[in-house]
């Protein structure tokens, strides 16, 4: 195997495209050494890509926010203008193993390892997350939603891989949360996972909202049903009720030994109201 | 396959070394370099028994390369007592036997240091949420929690 750790995208795209054999993307390694090591992934060459400075920085413009793809979990969670505008998503990277794995888990990796149970992924998109890719052809940009196309896989062409994560600046009157069951207090995958991003206007109405579930379908789901039940309301519980319903309705989950398809349905419905209400305090809206 | 040259500090020494490239930093630190204090307990992230720090970050050394530490200032528990002066976390560990066969002990001595660098002043909350990725199967966890405690109690005192 070979090892590749180029210091730039340009590099980096030249190497990937260069490799005749099967090259995996490092990111924090979290996922793909322990793949490698139980023989789910025998790549020719690793390509490490935390050497491109530009990809392990946080910044901000007028639009939003961009996540370098090599940014590690802990360093999101110690961003206090990202937490403070988009507490939902880094809760819901930090909720993703121990500190040792915050350490080095990125959340780009979160989202192209393509687990159905990424922590990151429901939040990325009910924050109307947008990853950017490099590959031979330049850079192009699609929503997160759109990147797993099923248990393990992406969009991805090979050659390409995500050099980054964008989020929107926050609006006014809006907050996001992620919620997820497991049945310890932690280090778990979730059995079902749920985030919610809305905005309220000056009299508490909803104006906008997303909500998204993970883990109850091959990949994670925008559910715009559920958003529908929330928005014209004050998010008072016959919306609530309703926005349960929904996300019940639209779970369509496997049963496994992390729970059954009655439970998962059930506990969507409850996740996605308890989300709700700590994603309407954290818009400032009355409790 | 020709061998990788990595240059990197281990515990403030200028380290260098030759690896695969599918080596992990652990086979590194306890095969070639000799710094068998990390422990393989699981090999996949899960147990906290090979935790060391990369420039100021707790890690798990089986789930890092070895090659990618070239530049990198890596801590290890070889790196943690100053002579036969042992840490304070160290001494309170003996003294409140916050171990019994001793495997995960380096890996959650160095995690309970990085934490007590973020946070001199942890919660029992706090410290049960850093260290819950250091499994213990002999204490029960009790003592360790304690003796992190009394020990972040003690360094506060001294400063």
């Known amino acids: ?287 | 396959m020709s061998k990788i040259h990595v240059t990197t500090t281990i515990n403030g020494d200028p380290v260098e070394y030759l690896c695969d490239a599918e080596e992990t930093l652990l086979d590194v630190l306890r095969d070639h370099l000799g710094l068998t204090g990390s422990k393989e307990g699981c090999g996949t992230g899960d147990c906290g028994a090979c935790s060391v720090t990369v420039d100021g970050r707790l890690v798990c050394s089986c789930l890092m390369l070895g090659a990618e530490a070239a530049g990198r200032e890596i801590g290890t528990i070889e790196g943690m007592a100053k002579g036969d002066q042992l840490h304070p976390l160290q001494r309170k560990f003996i003294e409140q036997a916050a171990l019994q066969c001793g495997i995960c002990t380096p890996g959650i001595l160095v995690a309970a240091k990085s934490l007590l660098d973020h946070n001199p002043d942890p919660s029992e909350e706090e410290t049960r949420y850093w260290l819950a990725g250091n499994l213990c199967r002999c204490t029960g966890y009790d003592k360790i929690i304690r003796a992190v405690l009394d020990a972040a109690k003690d360094m506060r005192e001294a400063s």
């Open chain 1, 1 to 287: 195997m070979q090892y590749l750790s180029p210091s730039t995208i340009d590099d980096a795209i030249r190497l990937l495209s260069s490799q005749t054999g099967d090259c995996k993307v490092l990111a924090g390694g979290t996922d793909l050494l322990v793949r490698m090591r139980s023989g789910f992934a025998e790549p020719d060459s690793i390509l490490d890509i935390k050497r491109i400075d530009e990809l392990r920085r946080i910044s901000r413009d007028a639009d939003g926010w961009r996540i370098g793809a090599a940014v590690s979990g802990a360093e999101m969670g110690e961003h206090a203008d990202l937490v403070a505008d988009w507490p939902g998503v880094v809760e819901a990277v930090n909720l993703i193993g121990s500190t040792q794995i915050q350490g080095r888990a990125t959340m780009a990796g979160n989202l192209c390892n393509a687990s159905p149970a990424a922590d990151s992924v429901p939040a990325m998109i009910a924050a109307g997350a947008v990853a950017r890719i490099a590959g031979p052809d330049g850079l192009r940009d699609i929503p997160v939603a759109d990147v797993p196309t099923g248990p393990g896989k992406t969009c991805l062409a090979p050659g390409e891989f995500v050099t980054s994560i964008w989020l929107p600046s926050r609006p006014e009157r809006s907050g996001d949360a992620y919620l997820r069951f497991i049945p310890r207090t932690e280090m778990d995958i979730a059995v079902v996972g749920c985030a919610v991003a809305l905005t309220l206007d000056a009299g508490g109405t909803c104006t906008a909202a997303r909500v998204s579930l993970g883990a109850v379908a091959p990949t994670a789901i925008l559910v715009d049903a559920a958003a529908d039940t929330l928005i014209g309301t004050t998010v008072d519980d016959a919306a609530l009720d309703a926005l349960a319903r929904t996300c019940s309705d639209a779970a369509k989950p496997i049963a496994d030994k992390r729970g059954t398809v009655e439970f998962r349905v059930h506990v969507a419905g409850v996740l996605a109201k308890r989300a709700t209400i700590i994603a309407k305090t954290r818009a400032g809206g009355a409790t």
